[in-house]
């Protein structure tokens, strides 16, 4: 059959199980919007309020689901709006396909209306891209792309297509297979020496990452720890990797870690790493160079990159556990338990009294199901959100790691809602709602089942937080007290039900009463303007 370039793209969505598009048409694209309206009823399309709010719900609906997410942007600032959401999926290895609509060929290169270079903007952060100018080369192109997304270590593919290739007809397949070519690298893992590491350890930490929960291999991990009797620690991307009431869990390590977790880091004899990078603000190295260290990253290019390990593994986490399961001995640390039991004493107690952030998360987690999703920006919020949520189920953790984006949450939100049927919780910061809260407009007109708790300080808190510790209070572009109403916002967007809360019993009333909410619902809750997130190891101790 001949098909244009705008219907092959439909088509290949189809085949390839693509359920929804996250998307903001323009004049380059608009061919594969008519093929879309076509198509109703077969591939849904979210119109979004912003480039970027599309790319973060594209990215949302990959972290909950595991499935590809599916961006459309027209050319020129439609494309350049596209980047930081493209350079945060790149980050936290998500994987999502990114398709962007560019001026005719005959017009490239000649600084025309709403040209821009996107293939070479984006360029270091994308796993792969594609500037597809013939439409016979389409369908090959966006089956190749999908599976380099998903494949190996996940990430964001873009395809840039000029406007005449999506109304020109070619022949379509509709059976295609990818065909990438894969290095064969002269490399065998060195299980049995990691399995003899292992066997040899009397203080065995398990350290987990974000490759574990994009592996599905938390239950396989705990497995593990029960099998040798050891403890687990973990990054904030492998937050949702076991569950926070398992007793092997220790924790969150880092620069807001709690303390147990990055002590017993340092003190364990071996450090069994999995789907982890060693980020600069998840590794406390004062020590890490005096034990063992075994690392298991399916990305050749992280083993050894930022710490020098003693066996360096190139495999996924479920492949790595498969292989050393029969050879690891089954055993007992009850010392190095007893150790670990005397170091969780000396964990910061968080102030779970009055209004306090960690103690409104908790409130918040008292009324929410264990399959909620839960997103957040990047601040204060973030962390609190990290240390004190009773994370259960993986992939209900949304968040925004390795860049840090601001604005993450709420587009994040509306593609781990869309993604799971689930209900969705944002909870934010002042300073990052105000960046993407036009997204709200896409929560309501689908109504979508999302709360939105706003920590509203009146301040860009984790940035005061720095001016306090290492600026002498000299507090300068952080103030945006009285910028907004949230709770009249909200409503000017159409949320039914938003209030302003300054204190725990008006909150624990107000969760009560929407226990149940099946619509967007906003808390403005009124926080003190100078709390910082505690404990907090300093820069020059990581």
Known sequence: MRYTGAKIILESLQRLGVECIFGYPGGSILDIYEEIYKARGKVKHYLMSSEQGATFAADGYARSSGKVGVVLATSGPGATNLVTGIANSFLDSVPIVVFTGNVSNSKLGQDSFQEVDIYGITMPVVKYSYLCRNVEDLEQTIVDAFEIAKSGRPGPVLIDMPKDILNKKCEYYGNLTAKIHKKVLNYKPDYE??????????????????????????????????????????????????????????????????????????????????????????????????????????????????????CLIKSSVTEFLGQIFPMVKKRQNSDWWDFINTQKQKDYVYDNQGFSPNNIIKLLANGLREDDIISTDVGQHQLWTAQTYPFKKPRTFLTSCGLGAMGYGLGSCIGGVIATSKRGVLITGDGSFLMNNNELAVAVENKLPIMIVVMNNGALGMVKQWQTEFYKKHYEGVNISGRVNFEMLAKAYGVKHSYTIDCTSKLTEIIEKHRNFKEPILLNCIIDGDAQVLPFVHPDKL
């Open 193 to 310: 020496k990691a399995a003899e590491l292992i066997n040899s350890s009397n203080k065995p930490l398990i350290y987990c990452g974000g490759g574990v929960v994009s592996d599905n291999a938390g239950e396989k991990v705990l497995e593990l720890a029960k099998l040798i009797d050891a403890p687990v620690a973990c990054t904030m991307m492998g937050k949702t990797a076991i569950p926070y009431d398992s007793q092997y869990n220790i924790g969150m390590t880092g620069m807001h870690g709690n303390v147990c977790a990055n002590s017993i880091k340092n003190d364990a004899d071996l450090v069994l790493a999995l789907g982890v990078r060693f980020n600069d603000r998840a590794n406390v190295q004062e020590k890490l160079c005096s034990q063992k260290i075994v690392h298991v990253d399916i990305d050749l290019v992280e083993l050894n990159k930022n710490v020098e390990c003693d």
